[in-house]
């Protein structure tokens, strides 16, 4: 997890999922921290904790040990200080690899989920990994794409808690994919989002051709829509908090103010201000007072 100008004082925020309160007390009396506020009954902030790198070692594998989400800062971030929150779709917004349930329907998700895998992991090139997947598809019915939307879509844990406060505090929302259209335009629709960017499938007489329409939504692409729908909306890309889980969100992540990494690869853990590996996408929250 990537921290900007580490000081020698800092706050800690700790937090859990289920029925943590112990496992918290515990990891924060690691810390000696000056003051501990609870922020809610599975998070608290330690404050004003004489932070080292060895401190830091201590905490972070403590905090995995026992399931618990730890994130450092400087100060503390407001929600005001944010008008904007970008998302990834696929395993980030959702808990899904929508291409990888696609090739289910035609029993090749084993050979592209393994593509899929190698592309979120950086060692692939993101655009040609789409085609060769999406190539894959060819001929599949249309009607695939509506079954999994019904039938095996889900939103992460925390996704509407954490849609629901940063649409209340007026922040606009923006869901950008490396995915599909056909997922994204449902999404925008069912959770009121502001802004929606991914790619489109090329139907022919209600199959799929195996091929994407335009151009490719790429981790370049995912940046520029960022910064562009910061330009529309008249903020700094620092105004922006942006979460994602796999390399082609990295580029998005490191213009923003706030980047978190969601059940992450670790290539982007370990870029990320904020990685969340047990707690859900409403784990912003206790991080903006």
């Known amino acids: 997890m990537k921290m900007k100008n580490a000081k ?3 706050n800690l925020v700790l937090q859990g999922s289920d029925d943590c309160k112990a496992r918290l007390e515990r990891i924060a009396a690691l810390t000696a921290p000056k003051n501990i506020t609870w922020l809610s009954e599975r998070a608290l902030r330690c404050e004003g904790i004489a932070f080292s790198p060895a401190l830091r070692q201590t905490i972070e594998v403590a905090a995995q040990a026992a399931q618990l989400d730890a994130t450092y800062s400087i100060g503390m971030h407001k929600m005001s200080e944010f008008k904007l929150v970008a998302m990834d779709m ?4 959702i808990t899904i690899e929508c291409i990888d349930e696609i090739a289910d329907m035609q029993g090749l998700k084993p050979q592209v989920s393994e593509i899929t895998e190698a ?3 950086g060692e692939l090139d993101f655009s040609e990994s789409l085609k060769r997947r999406v190539a ?3 001929g599949l019915e249309a009607s695939a794409l509506e079954r999994v939307y019904e039938e095996r879509l889900q939103l992460s844990p925390g996704a509407e ?5 940063v649409q209340q505090a007026g922040l606009k929302t923006l869901l950008v994919s490396g995915g599909f259209t056909y997922f994204t335009s449902r999404l925008k629709e069912r959770l009121g989002l502001d802004y929606t960017h991914a790619n489109e499938l090329e139907i022919v007489d209600g199959r799929l051709t195996g091929r994407v329409v335009g151009g490719i939504v790429d981790a370049e692409e995912k940046k520029r829509t960022v910064e562009r729908v910061c330009a ?4 700094e890309p620092s105004q922006a908090i942006v979460m994602g889980d796999g390399a082609n969100d990295l580029k998005m992540m490191s213009i923003s103010g706030m980047s978190v990494a969601f059940r992450a690869k670790p290539v982007v853990r370990e870029q990320a201000n904020v990685a969340l590996n047990f707690v859900g996408l409403d784990g912003i929250l206790p991080l903006l007072t």
């Open 136 to 138: 894959l598809l060819e």
């Open 8 to 10: 020698n004082t800092m």
């Open 119 to 121: 592309a979120m992991r």
């Open 232 to 235: 529309e909306l008249g903020i």
């Open 90 to 93: 696929d395993s980030t917004l």
């Open 161 to 165: 808690t954490m849609l629901k406060a």
